[in-house]
């Protein structure tokens, strides 16, 4: 059964830094392009990074350019997001999606999920 787990959440002050991992299990990792979703209280969920399955192409909402980076260890089977400089209105639950072999931003496309981890970043 596939797995991500979402670890790394917390509370932050705004300007600050957190990283948050996925860990995946039970798929071929390198089959899939990852990607970062969040959903913020009242609000529907929404794309945030993704990055291909060889690390070579990464992609992000405009919201977060310039300040979050993903990467991917393919031997550790994990994916990572790099949050600085962190506002409040990045205050959200955090959700990692794998999609198989599609570098996509579409929700969709992404066949699997985790269960998500808070970030709450006060001001």
């Known amino acids: 059964q596939v797995q991500l787990v979402e670890s790394g959440g917390g509370l932050v002050q705004a300007g600050g830094s957190l990283r948050l991992s996925c860990a995946a299990s039970?798929?071929?990792?390198?089959?899939?392009?990852m990607g970062w979703f969040r959903q913020a209280p009242g609000k529907e969920r929404e794309f945030v990074t993704a990055?291909?399955?060889?690390?070579?192409?990464?992609y992000y909402a405009d919201s977060v350019k310039g300040r979050f980076t993903i990467s991917r260890d393919n031997a550790k089977n994990t994916v990572y997001l790099q949050m600085n400089s962190l506002k409040p209105e990045d205050t959200a639950v955090y959700y990692c999606?794998?999609?198989?072999?599609?570098?996509?931003?579409?929700?969709?496309?992404?066949?699997?999920w985790g269960q998500g981890t808070q970030v709450t970043v006060s001001s």
């Open positions: 990055i291909r399955w060889s690390g070579a192409n990464t």
């Open positions: 999606a794998a999609s198989r072999l599609k570098f996509t931003i579409l929700e969709y496309e992404y066949a699997y």
């Open positions: 039970a798929l071929t990792f390198t089959n899939y392009a």
